[in-house]
């Protein structure tokens, strides 16, 4: 027949099964204590692995924290995250005023008053919207209401629409030559630029590496993108979509694809020092 005592020392036995499962090596509850004192099977059980538990020897933890902060080094505070997009946006015209100071605007000229205001606030948004998701990249734990996925197909779909409705149809003329010289152009102008952002964005700490990528890649296409739309005369709906709206897809999967690798990399490095 079960007395109390034995319930008791169940009760015991079930309390020490759970810390062991959780990974502690003691149990303090005091009713834990009162059975000890009064269960001469519990405290022989029991008793001396709860005194005897494992303490660290005095000062050892005095240096082990001199250690390791001696081996810290002093690192530059991250700037908030609308201070790091208005550094996006300078890097970004400072790109782009760079790569058109020398060649004529053929493209400013062809374009009416409607069309240049009209692009103007197309990729004056484009590019507010991806230097604000670049900072909330390079800031872990930034606040985000929509994906990276989601921000770069908005800012891709309103340059393209606004490319489609500003400009008017014209009669494809060497459709395939033209076209593939401004692709060349563009992506030749988007490597750099992309380089130059990526630079900027490895004094943060992101967390996918793949979108990272990507949005730099976005950014590098938006720059590549804006300096044709400067300097080429070739101003019409079928050219300018197809086109100049390649330089930013293209530029934007080749960016994703980089981070994607480097991603990789890191992960197999990482796995082949354990």
């Known amino acids: 027949m079960e007395t109390g005592s034995d319930r008791e020392c169940l009760r015991v036995d079930q309390e020490v099964d759970r810390h062991l499962a959780a990974g502690a090596l003691t149990c303090r509850s005091r009713e834990f204590q009162r059975h ?3 269960c001469p099977r519990c405290d022989a059980l029991y008793g001396r692995r709860n005194d005897t538990a494992p303490r660290i020897p005095g000062g050892l933890e005095d240096r082990i924290v001199a250690e390791l902060q001696g081996s810290l080094n002093c690192v530059a505070p991250l700037s908030s995250s ?3 997009a208005v550094q996006v946006i300078a890097l970004f015209l400072l790109i782009v005023a760079g790569m058109v100071s ?12 409607a069309q240049r205001i009209g692009m103007s ?10 230097a604000v998701w670049l900072a909330h990249e390079m800031r872990p734990g930034s ?10 197909a908005l800012a891709a779909l309103g340059l393209i629409s606004a490319l489609v409705f500003l400009f008017p149809w014209r009669a494809p003329e060497a459709f395939w030559s033209r076209g593939v010289r401004c692709l060349g152009a563009g992506m030749a102008m988007a490597a750099p630029a992309a380089l130059a952002f990526s630079l900027l964005a490895r004094r943060g700490s992101p967390l996918n590496l793949t979108f990272m990528g990507g949005i730099v890649g976005s950014l590098g296409g938006l720059a590549g993108m804006t300096v044709l739309q400067l300097t080429c005369e070739r101003q019409d709906r079928i050219h300018l979509p197809v086109w100049h709206g390649a330089v930013l897809l293209l530029a934007t999967a080749l960016g994703a694809l980089s ?6 990399d890191a992960a197999l490095f990482r796995s082949n020092l354990r």
């Open 82 to 84: 609308p201070v790091i």
């Open 143 to 152: 606040r985000r209401r929509i994906s990276p996925g989601v921000s770069f």
């Open 121 to 130: 606030a197309a990729y004056w948004l484009a590019l507010c919207w991806l």
């Open 259 to 264: 981070g994607g690798l480097w991603r990789r």
């Open 102 to 113: 020398r060649v004529p605007w053929a493209g400013m000229e062809v374009m009416t008053t």
């Open 36 to 38: 000890l004192e009064t």
